[in-house]
């Protein structure tokens, strides 16, 4: 057939394209070109929409293909329930999930009944009390512990990603390798990642290296080491907190930054001092935190311990006062009050502590006798600010260490005690009352290595 009587393949591809059904013309008003079937080639001009029927080779006998092609794969079987994909958990992999029941009588879930599934357990539904969760921390650790340890298992336990991180170091430096100098770079190296600070690690580190340069030493050689550097450097620090009896009250005021456990730190140690024998009192003057307010009440109510308290908002100053001047007209031997949440970078909250050492020393111009700032053994190189800043708007006397079951870098109490020389009074490594116990210098430096208890 001549191609002036009828277009090639390129005209009819551009010529049908974008044609809806409905604008087509009848076939009998068609030219008689675009009419006539293509001479051996398919014609793909046209959508699957618009094709009725394609005609086979005169050697296929094979049925036309049906009016809709595209898309007749993905229609549902007539009669069938249309089912999602099949391959789900739970699902038949044949044929696919059940069909889902969007009728708003069944959307609630049927549950069973306690009683129905367990008759011999009733259910124990009791209001929860928020002061009694806000004291969590008070209580829960030591019932969660089938039987009581010992303080030395605490502690180890405690500490154990530090010395285990410590202990990893240590052996993969000495481990079939000669003590040279790239060696003892390396582990003063690992003895600052640990916040040991860079006096102790050079002291380690030459210690360790006297006498055995390139000589072999064990890993356990080099614990030993570390633990009887750590143990001088912290021995004199080590200082119980003393109370004198000839000052009724005995005024210690706790300071640190948000989250550092002050009020927990509180209340044990209000339990340490009701088991010897002495009155106390306690001050909730985080006035803040309504939190921090209930916290402290309950506390005072496991330890049998009279809790002054305010508003939410009120003046902690003011309520310092007061509680000073109830604690001396009552007679208490120890009074302890509690504070708000400052960052030490904070002017403005920093002169809010100068003003309740400033209202505390009119009534007894040597109060507080002792200020406890509480540190978190997790913020690592900033406790380093925190004391300095701290000590700058209160008379810090000693210093806390809590949570140092929680990180890795427990190291930094000996990093403080090389810069400011601070009484170490308590450590704390858990949640439970017994977890908070007087610092010793010997204990801790061979939790820290990682040595047994001699």
């Known amino acids: 057939m001549a191609s002036e009587e009828k277009p090639g393949w390129f005209g009819r591809l551009f010529g049908r394209k974008g044609q809806s059904a409905a604008d087509e013309k009848p076939e009998a008003e068609l030219p008689a070109e675009a009419a006539s079937p293509s001479e051996g080639q398919p014609d793909f001009a046209t959508g699957a929409e618009d094709v009725e029927q394609v005609p086979l ?56 009944p306690v009683a129905d599934i367990q008759p011999d357990i009733q259910p124990d539904i009791q209001p929860i009390d928020s002061a009694a969760a806000l004291a969590h921390d008070a209580g829960a650790g030591p019932d969660r512990e089938p039987e009581a340890k010992g303080w030395w298992s605490r502690l180890t336990s405690g500490m154990k990603r530090t010395s285990s991180a410590l202990s990893d170091r240590v052996t993969g430096l000495f481990t079939k390798r000669k003590l040279d100098a790239t060696t003892l770079e390396d582990l003063e190296d690992a003895l600052i990642q640990a916040d040991f600070g860079l006096e102790t690690a050079m002291r380690v580190s030459e210690a360790v290296g006297k006498g055995r340069y390139e000589k072999g030493i064990s890993p356990d050689e080099v614990r030993a080491i570390l633990a009887s550097e750590v143990e001088r450097a912290l021995e004199p620090v080590a200082v119980p907190l003393a109370i004198d009896a000839t000052r009724k009250p005995f005024v210690i005021l706790t300071v640190g930054v948000n989250g550092a456990g002050k009020t927990t730190t509180l209340g044990k140690l209000a339990s340490k001092l009701r088991a010897e024998g002495r009155t106390v009192m306690l001050a909730a003057g985080d006035t803040f935190r309504a939190a921090a307010i209930d916290q402290l009440k309950v506390w005072g109510a496991r330890t049998g311990t ?41 002017a403005g909250l920093m002169a809010e502590l100068e003003k309740i050492v400033r209202v505390l020393r009119k009534q007894d111009p040597e109060a507080p006798h002792a200020t406890l700032l509480v540190l978190d053994a997790t913020v690592g190189q900033n406790a380093l600010s925190q004391v300095e800043l701290f000590s700058q708007a209160a008379p810090v006397s000693g210093l806390v260490m809590t949570k140092l079951d929680g990180t890795a870098r ?45």
């Open 410 to 454: 427990g190291g930094i109490l000996v990093a403080l005690a090389a810069k400011f020389g601070l009484p170490v009074h308590f450590i704390g490594v858990g949640e439970g009352v017994e977890d908070l116990e007087p610092f010793a210098a010997r204990d801790f430096a061979r939790a820290i290595a990682g040595l047994e208890k001699d």
């Open 57 to 112: 080779p005169p050697e296929d006998n094979a049925e036309p293909v049906a009016d809709v092609v595209e898309g007749a794969d993905l229609l549902p079987i007539e009669g069938e329930p249309e089912r999602p994909p099949a391959g789900t958990a739970g699902d038949d992999p044949a044929h696919g999930a059940d069909p889902v029941d969007t009728g708003t009588e069944n959307r609630a879930p049927v549950v069973e």
């Open 306 to 346: 009279p809790v002054v308290s305010g508003a939410q908002g009120a003046d902690a100053a003011g309520l310092a006062f007061d509680a000073l001047k109830q604690a001396s007209a009552a007679g208490t031997d120890v009074l302890l009050i509690d504070t708000a949440g400052r960052l030490q970078n904070k």
